[in-house]
């Protein structure tokens, strides 16, 4: 759960993943979960622009028709300038970074000054083994002074490992099969513990049953139909589908799909703590009426440190920071201990009221360097 306040320390009057301050210039989403879209209903109120990625506008743009929405293009750098309070420019570079494997929309961060590389990583799960991944962030690493503010969901020693989602997704479907394979009548109910986030095991289910799944949520459902390689996979049509999707949070009164022959599958990552690679990741819930599958969308404790180590950056700030005081300085001292070899350093997430000034920069040459750097 984020607990980041917003700011960029580096950028004045700029906000990202929190909107309850309606002073910014300008506001960034970098995905469509509940916790990165706290006082989301104030943008409404204002005209200054909201940068979010094409699938997530419209999420927005559906909910909140009056806010201000601008497009990031993946990979596409974007030079967004405007004037402070004290009629000073305030001048950098923006790029949605396609490579979180978090869920439908989701993208990093990242923004440029000259001299100063800021990368946000939203919530993410990514292997460094994803190739497709490592061009983009082998780049990012070049740029030698990057400023890290990182996805700490996991970042504990309760939570070293999870298995893949290839994994947990093959695993999802083994359960489903040997359920429905009962009879006609057998149904299974994925309950996650997100909205969104889930997609891909749509679309493996739909490759392996070459049936459709059914989706409780008509306003997600009408997200998913605009996606090609979803709208496939889904329908609203409950009774030509066995398998169907409700998160586990949504009351949701239409249930005659739910009877004795339905099997819930809870998919969550919290649930598992202290699971291992010698583990299995799936087990009977307590209810007896639901079994459970380790599903995670978010890194690691060891995919983390694999993900600092490779980037080596000059500074890190955890933006899902634990509520009590011994864990935040357990979190801290597990940063330090990942950073030490290349002496990085361990920010605070709260505001100090710091900022660097930003000097001119010929933003159009830059823009044209960045989009070359990162398409290659
Ligand atoms: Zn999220």
Redesign the pocket.
């Known amino acids: 759960m984020s607990t980041f306040n917003g700011q960029i320390e580096e950028i004045r009057h700029i906000s990202v993943d929190s909107f309850e301050d309606i002073a910014c210039k300008c506001y960034f989403l970098s ?1 469509c ?1 509940s ?2 879209m706290r006082g989301l209903e104030n943008l409404s109120q204002i005209s200054s622009p909201l940068y979010t990625t094409s699938l997530s506008a419209l999420i927005i743009q559906k909910k909140y028709p009056s806010i201000n929405v601008q497009i990031l293009e993946y990979g596409c750098p974007m030079n967004i300038k405007f004037m402070d309070d004290e009629d000073k420019e305030v001048q950098f570079i923006v790029t949605a970074l396609n490579a979180t494997g ?2 439908l929309g989701a993208c990093m961060l990242l923004f440029q000054l000259e001299g100063l590389d800021i990368l946000y990583t939203g ?1 993410f799960r990514i292997s460094l083994k994803h190739a497709q991944n490592i061009n983009v962030l082998k780049e990012i690493k070049n740029y030698g002074s990057l400023i890290l503010y990182l996805d700490t969901t996991f970042l504990s020693q309760s939570y070293k490992h999870f298995p893949t989602q290839h994994e947990s997704s093959n695993k999802v479907i083994e359960i489903i099969d040997k359920h429905l394979s009962q009879s006609s009548s057998h149904r299974v109910c994925l309950q996650p513990s ?1 909205r969104y ?1 889930y997609e891909r095991l749509l679309t493996d289910i739909n490759k392996k049953f070459k049936e459709r799944v059914y989706i409780h949520e008509e306003a997600v459902y009408d997200q998913y139909l605009v996606i090609s390689d979803l709208s496939s996979c889904i329908t609203r049509d409950v009774l030509n589908s066995r398998i169907s999707l409700k998160p586990s949070f949504v009351n949701d009164s239409n249930g005659k799909a739910i009877d004795k022959n339905t099997l819930n599958i809870k998919l969550s990552a919290i649930y598992w703590r202290n699971w291992n690679k010698n583990c299995p990741f799936e087990c009977i819930d307590e209810s007896k009426k639901s079994v459970r599958v380790c599903y995670a969308t978010h890194n690691s404790e060891s995919e983390l440190r694999d993900f600092v180590t490779f980037l080596e950056p000059k500074s890190i700030v955890p933006t899902v920071m634990p509520d009590s005081f011994q864990e935040k300085e357990i979190m801290r001292a597990m940063i330090r201990s990942m950073i030490k070899s290349f002496k990085g350093i361990v920010e605070d997430p709260k505001p100090k009221n710091r900022f660097k000034r930003l000097r001119t920069i010929n933003s159009q040459k830059c823009v044209e360097q960045i989009s070359k750097k990162l398409k290659k």
């Open positions: 995905h979960h916790d990165h978090h869920c919530d997100a986030g």
